[in-house]
């Protein structure tokens, strides 16, 4: 059975950094494509970032270009998010979850519609 486990989240100032790991369990990580969403207050949940099965294609949103790397360690079940140069409005609970390899060139789409607990991000001075 999938499982999907966020952890990193926390309370950072702008401009801090905080990298979020998302453990997998019940698949063999390396023949799924993963992405990171998050969803904040009062929105609705959007596609941050999502990287192929064998982590050489990216994609990420405009808003977190430049400041936000997505990679994976496949021998570890785990697909990680640094986030460097946070801002305020990049508060918002996180989740990951398996996306389509087919659209991560050029969107995060989920697959199975599998979520975990999410892990929350507040930036705030």
């Known amino acids: 059975q999938l499982q999907l486990v966020e952890s990193g989240g926390g309370l950072v100032q702008p401009g801090g950094s905080l990298r979020l790991s998302c453990e997998v369990s019940g698949i063999t990580l390396e023949a799924y494509a993963i992405g990171w969403f998050r969803q904040a207050p009062g929105k609705e949940r959007e596609g941050v970032s999502c990287?192929?099965?064998?982590?050489?294609?990216?994609h990420y949103a405009d808003s977190v270009k430049g400041r936000f790397t997505i990679s994976r360690d496949n021998a570890k079940n785990t697909v990680y998010l640094q986030m460097n140069s946070l801002k305020p409005e990049d508060t918002a609970a996180y989740y990951c979850?398996?996306?389509?390899?087919?659209?991560?060139?050029?969107?995060?789409?989920?697959?199975?519609?599998?979520w975990g607990q999410g892990t929350q991000v507040t930036v705030s001075s």
């Open positions: 979850t398996t996306v389509f390899s087919s659209e991560v060139q050029t969107r995060c789409v989920p697959k199975f519609n599998n």
């Open positions: 990287i192929s099965r064998s982590g050489d294609t990216t």
